[in-house]
């Protein structure tokens, strides 16, 4: 008896904890769609309550703003071209040092000093990498996609490594008895089967580059004509300090393409964590 009522106290308190973090998680969310489907007037009567109608008079405005779509084409082409940069690069990178680490120390200590990467943080590397890109004359999108490519590589190896040892290389040797050289070997047989984890790269960093701030305002703010959507928010906000709406107009269609993105890899993350939790 007193292991049932424990066991229904231990619901209810699971229950109340799971609702609270559920309301802090979605009430922001809710905040940003009905500010940008309410006027001003709607707004500065009260600010929490649902819109009177459904107001689209915010994502036109934010839409015809002057060069909101040269923000929009410069994030999705920086996202786009970094995230096909490290779903070629790192998967190839991560199985070569996971079926080489163990007979070669050349690439055990790659992967040593990848990981190193982690535990760095982006504050502490700031400053010299502003002075490092200036010396360079990379100070435009094609140094903040190289630096996407860069501080991805650390977590994506960790990640990718240790998910390509778990695939028997019986396989791989089956392949080549099959005339597969190394590099078919891995784009036939390898790839497939880590393609639950390369998924989960592909939105971590898709996420991560297209709602990136402190890298651009760094890299890009002194040139409005190489900005980001998170920069134009940005300046947006200041600019237009009081116009909530607008600004949270732009804020929700910025979310739109992630949330895709996320709907679109869900099921081989969700495949890739099922995997992951049974033994074969």
Same mark, same amino acid.
């Given at each position: 008896?007193?292991?049932?009522?424990?066991?229904?106290? #231990? !619901?209810?308190?699971?229950?109340? &904890?799971? %609702? *609270?973090?559920?309301? $802090?998680i979605?009430?922001?969310?809710? /905040?940003?769609?009905?500010?940008?489907?309410?006027?001003?007037?709607?707004s500065?009567?009260?600010?929490?309550?649902?819109?009177?109608?459904?107001?689209?008079?915010?994502?036109?405005?934010?839409?015809?703003?002057?060069?909101?779509?040269?923000y929009?084409?410069?994030? #999705? !082409?920086?996202?786009?071209?970094? &995230?096909? %940069? *490290?779903?070629?690069? $790192?998967?190839m990178?991560?199985?070569? /040092?996971?079926?080489?680490?163990?007979?070669?120390?050349?690439?055990?200590?790659i992967?040593?000093?990848?990981?190193?990467?982690?535990?760095?943080?982006?504050?502490?590397?700031?400053?010299?990498?502003?002075?490092y890109?200036?010396?360079?004359?990379l100070?435009?999108?094609?140094?903040?996609?190289?630096?996407?490519?860069? %501080?991805a590589?650390?977590?994506?190896?960790?990640?990718?490594?240790?998910?390509?040892?778990?695939?028997?290389r019986?396989?791989?040797?089956?392949?080549?008895?099959?005339?597969?050289?190394?590099?078919s070997?891995?784009?036939?047989?390898?790839?497939?089967?880590?393609?639950?984890?390369?998924?989960?790269i592909?939105?971590?960093?898709?996420?991560?580059?297209?709602?990136?701030?402190?890298?651009? %305002?760094?890299?890009?703010?002194?040139q409005?004509?190489?900005?980001?959507?998170?920069?134009?928010?940005?300046?947006?906000?200041?600019?237009?300090?009081?116009?909530?709406?607008?600004?949270?107009?732009?804020?929700?269609?910025?979310m739109?393409?992630?949330?895709?993105?996320?709907?679109c890899?869900?099921k081989?993350?969700?495949?890739?964590?099922?995997?992951?939790?049974?033994k074969?």
């Amino acid at each position: 008896m007193g292991k049932s009522i424990s066991s229904r106290i #231990a !619901k209810v308190v699971t229950g109340l &904890v799971l %609702l *609270i973090g559920a309301v $802090i998680i979605l009430f922001p969310m809710y /905040i940003t769609i009905i500010t940008s489907l309410k006027t001003q007037q709607e707004s500065a009567a009260d600010f929490f309550s649902l819109p009177s109608s459904f107001y689209l008079g915010n994502f036109i405005s934010v839409f015809e703003k002057s060069g909101y779509w040269t923000y929009v084409w410069n994030s #999705a !082409k920086i996202t786009i071209i970094s &995230v096909v %940069l *490290i779903l070629v690069f $790192i998967p190839m990178c991560a199985y070569a /040092i996971a079926r080489k680490m163990e007979e070669n120390k050349y690439f055990k200590t790659i992967y040593f000093y990848l990981l190193l990467g982690i535990f760095v943080p982006f504050q502490v590397i700031m400053v010299p990498l502003v002075q490092y890109l200036t010396k360079m004359k990379l100070l435009n999108q094609t140094g903040l996609i190289c630096m996407c490519l860069s %501080l991805a590589s650390s977590q994506g190896v960790f990640l990718l490594a240790n998910y390509v040892k778990s695939v028997p290389r019986d396989l791989e040797e089956a392949a080549s008895i099959d005339g597969c050289t190394t590099f078919s070997a891995y784009w036939r047989v390898v790839l497939p089967l880590i393609k639950p984890m390369v998924a989960t790269i592909f939105v971590m960093n898709a996420l991560w580059v297209w709602n990136d701030f402190q890298m651009p %305002l760094l890299i890009l703010n002194q040139q409005p004509g190489m900005w980001t959507l998170p920069l134009f928010q940005y300046n947006f906000k200041s600019q237009y300090t009081f116009d909530y709406n607008l600004a949270f107009a732009s804020y929700l269609v910025a979310m739109l393409p992630v949330i895709i993105a996320y709907i679109c890899a869900q099921k081989y993350i969700v495949a890739g964590l099922t995997q992951g939790a049974v033994k074969t």
